[in-house]
């Protein structure tokens, strides 16, 4: 039998990719024949890493398609034409609201990503939802399927490569580093992080903030942003490192004093999970799955006032036994993500929905 996987994009370097590329090989590993098909392949990528979704034409009843679901995309539509057993990864889509203020496109295409998400709710077999948050976002959106938590795979590996050396040298300087890595998007409220650090500048003045992610698609988000810090007086303080290679990602980790977390929209929040592994003490708003990732470690914010916020940064910063309390708890959290556990839930869903014994 077949186990095959689908997506619209695989892109290189991108989280859903990411993961459909690791389950590849555990799928295979546990003997199953398999693919990626997707409707565009990153030339990035080394070849073979997908076959066109069009090319996917002879399913059998027998074999299992898992789809992932993270977009709007046609692909949604089209699931139930394959006569054989399917499977939803659900990566949550960010709600269309943070958007219309400033993309009627990427406004649009969450909109189609939810109608996606409604169509299929009768129409899949089984569903692994990273998180519990969004486990409870689909039974709010009536499946009735058995739902199983099979949270995104992390190589960390990965990040164990060489950091930038240039970055290092540049942002070791003697300065607080407060940093935040996700891409410019309004649901990631990089605006209250503005607003705490302007807070928290006041506390410690040879500090900065660096953003850390690209603005694609979200210029004009981006430019408010621009203008905010302006106003602020801080645009000597504020680094808006855009699109930056993944040795540049891993020099502001190494570097950073803290991460400060302001999202009101995460399915899963892998910076995070990241922060845990280079022991960068993390401070969150607790919204969506914000508290389910940190699983009791970091520090757990339950308003996003900046005045608050900064007097938590400040504290974090100075008190070196706080910081090795945070640093250990999240150390621990980190175990919850291991690869070879993840490892081990996937195979146990895949394996259990594959012999009739999944599902609650």
Same mark, same amino acid.
């Given at each position: 039998?077949?186990?095959?996987?689908?997506?619209?994009?695989?892109?290189?370097?991108?989280?859903?990719? +990411?993961?459909?590329?690791?389950?590849?090989?555990?799928?295979?590993?546990?003997?199953?024949?398999?693919?990626?098909?997707?409707?565009?392949?990153?030339?990035?990528?080394? *070849?073979?890493?997908?076959?066109?979704?069009?090319?996917?034409? &002879?399913?059998?009843?027998? &074999?299992?398609?898992? %789809?992932?679901?993270?977009?709007?995309?046609?692909?949604?539509?089209?699931?139930?034409? %394959?006569?054989?057993?399917?499977?939803?990864?659900?990566? +949550?889509?960010?709600?269309?609201?943070?958007?219309?203020?400033?993309?009627?496109?990427?406004?649009?295409?969450?909109?189609?990503?939810?109608?996606?998400?409604?169509?299929?709710?009768?129409?899949?077999?089984?569903?692994?939802?990273?998180?519990?948050? +969004?486990?409870?976002?689909?039974?709010?959106?009536?499946?009735?399927?058995?739902?199983?938590?099979?949270?995104?795979?992390?190589?960390? @590996?990965?990040? =164990?490569?060489?950091?930038? @050396?240039?970055?290092?040298?540049?942002?070791?300087?003697?300065?607080?580093?407060?940093?935040?890595?996700? #891409?410019?998007?309004? +649901?990631?409220?990089? =605006?209250?992080?503005? #607003?705490?650090?302007?807070?928290?500048?006041?506390? $410690?003045?040879?500090? #900065?903030?660096?953003?850390?992610?690209?603005?694609?698609?979200? *210029?004009?988000?981006?430019?408010?942003?621009?203008?905010?810090?302006?106003?602020?007086?801080?645009?000597?303080?504020?680094?808006?490192?855009?699109?930056?290679?993944?040795?540049?990602?891993?020099?502001?980790?190494?570097?950073?004093?803290?991460?400060?977390?302001?999202? $009101?929209? *995460?399915?899963?929040?892998?910076?995070? /999970?990241?922060?845990?592994?280079?022991?960068?003490?993390?401070?969150?708003?607790?919204?969506?799955?914000?508290? =389910?990732?940190?699983?009791?470690?970091? /520090?757990?914010? &339950?308003?996003?006032?900046?005045?608050?916020?900064?007097?938590?940064?400040?504290?974090?910063?100075?008190? *070196?036994?706080?910081?090795?309390?945070?640093?250990?708890?999240?150390?621990? #959290?980190? $175990?919850?993500?291991?690869?070879?556990?993840?490892?081990?839930?996937?195979?146990?869903?895949?394996?259990?929905?594959? =012999?009739?014994?999944?599902?609650?």
């Amino acid at each position: 039998m077949k186990v095959v996987q689908l997506l619209p994009t695989l892109s290189f370097g991108d989280g859903v990719g +990411n993961d459909a590329l690791a389950l590849k090989e555990i799928i295979a590993g546990l003997g199953y024949e398999t693919a990626i098909y997707a409707e565009n392949i990153d030339k990035r990528l080394p *070849e073979g890493s997908a076959i066109k979704a069009d090319k996917l034409t &002879d399913l059998k009843s027998s &074999d299992v398609l898992i %789809y992932h679901k993270s977009t709007g995309t046609d692909l949604s539509f089209k699931i139930d034409s %394959y006569k054989c057993r399917r499977v939803m990864i659900y990566h +949550n889509i960010t709600p269309p609201d943070f958007f219309r203020p400033y993309s009627p496109s990427a406004t649009q295409l969450t909109e189609y990503g939810y109608k996606g998400v409604e169509y299929l709710r009768d129409k899949m077999d089984y569903v692994m939802a990273v998180s519990e948050y +969004n486990k409870s976002e689909l039974r709010r959106m009536g499946y009735t399927c058995p739902i199983d938590i099979s949270p995104s795979l992390t190589k960390f @590996e990965d990040y =164990e490569q060489a950091p930038d @050396e240039a970055t290092m040298k540049k942002y070791r300087d003697g300065k607080k580093n407060i940093i935040f890595v996700g #891409r410019i998007a309004p +649901n990631k409220r990089q =605006e209250n992080i503005i #607003r705490a650090y302007y807070c928290y500048k006041k506390l $410690e003045p040879d500090s #900065r903030l660096i953003l850390v992610g690209s603005a694609n698609g979200m *210029e004009n988000y981006n430019e408010r942003l621009v203008k905010y810090v302006n106003a602020l007086g801080l645009s000597d303080d504020v680094v808006f490192t855009g699109h930056i290679k993944f040795s540049e990602i891993l020099a502001y980790y190494h570097v950073a004093d803290a991460f400060v977390c302001m999202s $009101e929209h *995460e399915g899963l929040c892998v910076p995070l /999970v990241e922060s845990m592994f280079f022991g960068v003490p993390i401070i969150a708003y607790d919204t969506s799955a914000i508290s =389910e990732t940190l699983g009791g470690s970091g /520090v757990l914010l &339950d308003s996003n006032d900046p005045v608050f916020a900064a007097a938590v940064i400040d504290r974090v910063v100075r008190d *070196e036994k706080l910081r090795k309390s945070l640093i250990e708890g999240q150390k621990k #959290r980190l $175990e919850y993500f291991s690869y070879d556990r993840l490892k081990d839930i996937f195979t146990d869903c895949l394996t259990g929905f594959i =012999e009739g014994r999944k599902g609650k």
